[in-house]
Structures are given as C-alpha cells and as structure tokens.
C-alpha cells in the first residue's frame, strides 16, 4: 500500500511567522504535490516536483515556497504566514509513466494562522 | 484554467437507492479523469479512474465519461451510510512540465439508513 505521511497533522502559527509543512512517501513515485482545501474552493494547486532538487509552480503559488531535497520528501513553506492561508494543506505523490496513474494523498494538515 | 463545475452541491439518498453525482468540465484539456471520496476533511481516497468514453465499474462505484460532452459522472450502487462523504471529480491535465490535477470543489452526499 502507497504511503504518504505530512507532519504535523495541526499547526497553529502567528501572523508573520515562517511555518514549515513535511511531507514524506514510501512509494518511490518521482511527483509530488502540494494542494490546499478551502470551503468552496476544492483542492488547489500550490506547487509540485517531478525530480529532487526541483520545483514548479502550481495554480496560486504566490506566498509559498517548497522544497524537494530529495525524492522522498517535499516541503513546503511559507516564510511570512498570513491569516489568508489558513486551510487544511494535502500532500500527494503518483507514478508518472502509465495513463492510469493514481494521486496517492496523505492525510492533511490543519493550519490555523492567527 | 480549465474550470470544473459539480453537481449537485449536496445530495440526501436513503440506503440502498442509487446516487448519481456529475461533474462537467470547462474544456477538453483533461485526457483523464477520476472520482475521490473524502471523510470529514481527511485525505482522499480514489474510487474510480476512466480515461476512456463509456463505462468503468470498480465495486458499487461506476463512472461514466463523454467526452464530446466534457462530462463525467459518478454512479453508487446501493449505497451505506459508511459512503456519506464529500466526493471529488478531477481531470488530470497532461503539461510539458509535468502533470496536474484540477479538482471540482465537491459533493457532500448524506447517505440516511
């Protein structure tokens, strides 16, 4: 079974604050991805990787930076925390190669910036 | 940006009666599509995935594509409470800088016994 795991699950972080999201997987998949879920805004893309030590911009990157130091862990970061991006972030991983691949998600963090 | 539009925003069925959901896209820029059900706010689970028009049954779930319509919907067959859930349409869109997911924004489904 694909695993992925984010750490922490819940973070409170102040406003201006630089808040740090991990994201580790067990699948030996090549992408990863960072998605953010907001009420009535779905699942949004932040940024992805397709390789270690690169990173590409998603659908609303602006405010955040990630990290892919390796193939199995991606971070993301957002260096000045703003109350705007308080929201239940996702992290993912899929094998590319097949027409049927398949987004394996971990299990959420919960950001609450005051 | 491709757009994805689901509906109904929410949908009450009683146990055993079948539920449809549907999700229309804005453009024929997905090449792949898939159904994700969500419990209270954890990660996603992926029901069904379907690339081609027609047909694709995995267990009580069964998505349906047209693709001349941009459309794709989402059968359960004799659903549970157990199913009661936010589901999650999505298009996979293929780039020269890698692939990407855009998602709809969801169905809440309450399933009563």
């Known amino acids: 079974e694909a695993a992925v795991t984010q750490s922490p699950r819940s973070k409170v972080a102040v406003t201006g604050g630089k808040v740090t999201l991990s994201c580790h997987q067990t699948?030996?998949?090549?992408?990863m991805y960072w998605y953010r879920q907001d009420t009535g805004h779905g699942l949004r893309l932040i940024h992805y990787?397709?390789?270690?030590?690169?990173?590409e911009k998603g659908d609303i990157p602006d405010g955040y930076k990630a990290s892919r130091p390796s193939q199995e862990n991606f971070s993301l970061i957002l260096e000045l925390a703003s109350l705007s991006q308080t929201a239940v972030y996702f992290c993912a991983s899929s094998d590319e190669g097949t027409s049927a691949e398949t987004l394996y998600f971990g299990s959420g963090t919960r950001l609450t910036v005051l | 940006q491709q757009k994805v539009q689901q509906s109904p925003e929410s949908l009450t069925v009683s146990e055993g009666a079948m539920a449809s959901l549907n999700c229309t896209f804005s453009?024929?820029?997905?090449?792949?599509f898939r159904w994700y059900r969500q419990h209270s706010a954890k990660g996603l689970e992926v029901l069904v995935s379907i690339f081609s028009d027609g047909e694709k049954e995995e267990g009580r779930f069964t998505a349906h594509l047209n693709r001349a319509n941009l459309h794709v919907s989402l059968h359960i067959r004799e659903p549970q409470p157990s199913d009661s859930a936010v589901y999650l349409c999505?298009?996979?869109?293929?780039?020269?800088?890698?692939?990407?997911?855009?998602f709809g924004i969801g169905t809440l489904l309450s399933v009563k016994p």
């Open positions: 699948n030996n998949h090549d992408y």
């Open positions: 990787s397709y390789v270690a030590d690169s990173t």
């Open positions: 999505a298009g996979l869109n293929y780039g020269s800088s890698g692939n990407k997911l855009i």
């Open positions: 453009d024929g820029t997905s090449n792949n």
